[in-house]
């Protein structure tokens, strides 16, 4: 069995700073590309920013230059630092990753979803 567990998110004024962690336990031989995604409400769940197990990062447009997402493979652990947060930033954010099972096979795994709300 894989979990992965989501953490930092909160409520933080525009401007401000947070940063997710996501640590992924269990069943794992190796991981795959991670990304992070977000859910406002009444929207569809949007890709925010990936990364590969060689650590190369893709962000979508909204958050490029804002948004940092690092890894650290030691401890399967995906971060998103997330600077000069707006309101329109406010969603749930999942993290995600792409696992190989110790046991074989490989599927995408999710997070629970950690709140981020940004006041104005």
């Known amino acids: 069995q894989v979990q992965l567990v989501e953490s930092g998110g909160g409520l933080v004024q525009a401007g401000g700073s947070l940063r997710l962690s996501c640590a992924a336990s269990?069943?794992?031989?190796?991981?795959?590309?991670m990304g992070w995604y977000r859910q406002a409400p009444g929207k569809q769940r949007e890709r925010v920013a990936s990364?590969?197990?060689?650590?190369?990062?893709t962000y979508a447009g909204s958050v490029k230059g804002r948004f940092t997402i690092s890894r650290d493979n030691a401890k399967n652990t995906v971060y998103l630092q997330m600077n000069n947060l707006k309101p329109e930033d406010t969603a749930v954010y999942y993290c995600?990753?792409?696992?190989?099972?110790?046991?074989?096979?490989?599927?995408?795994?999710w997070g629970q979803g950690t709140q981020v709300t940004v006041s104005s």
């Open positions: 990364i590969t197990a060689g650590g190369t990062t």
């Open positions: 995600a990753a792409d696992i190989l099972r110790s046991t074989g096979g490989t599927s995408p795994y």
């Open positions: 269990g069943n794992i031989f190796s991981i795959n590309a």
